[in-house]
């Protein structure tokens, strides 16, 4: 599985992005895809996560009203809107596609079988 990750940018506070994570491959095995975010001198933080079938998201309280996770399964795409952005938001953000359920991604924060490349977010005051 490869995954592209991309959408970045710089915008002000207040403003919006959607990152979109782009899959390749064969996603027979792939469970849950995710959005980590790693700011500068930080550890990488999950940010949300969505099941399979698009039906299950889960968001990490600091993005909880803001950021929306959506998968497109026919174009094997993730998408993170994020709305509202906050100058803590900045970080490169990663996506991350992995063989356990959802579930369990958000207890063991590991689901990340496969990584895309990283976009960098930064959002100026």
């Known amino acids: 599985v490869q995954l592209q990750a991309s959408g970045g940018g710089v915008v002000q506070v207040g403003g919006s992005l959607r990152l979109s994570c782009k899959a390749s491959?064969?996603?027979?095995?792939?469970?849950?895809m995710d959005w980590y975010r790693q700011a500068p001198g930080k550890v990488r933080d999950l940010v949300s996560a969505?099941?399979?079938?698009?039906?299950?998201?889960y968001y990490a309280e600091s993005v909880k009203g803001r950021f929306t996770i959506s998968r497109d399964s026919a174009k094997n795409t993730v998408y993170l809107q994020m709305n509202s952005l906050k100058p803590e938001d900045t970080a490169v953000y990663y996506c991350?596609?992995?063989?356990?359920?959802?579930?369990?991604?958000?207890?063991?924060?590991?689901?990340?079988?496969?990584w895309g490349q990283g976009t960098e977010v930064t959002v100026s005051s």
């Open positions: 969505v099941s399979r079938s698009g039906g299950r998201t």
């Open positions: 491959g064969s996603m027979f095995s792939i469970k849950t």
């Open positions: 991350g596609a992995a063989g356990i359920a959802l579930d369990l991604v958000v207890v063991t924060l590991q689901g990340y079988d496969y």
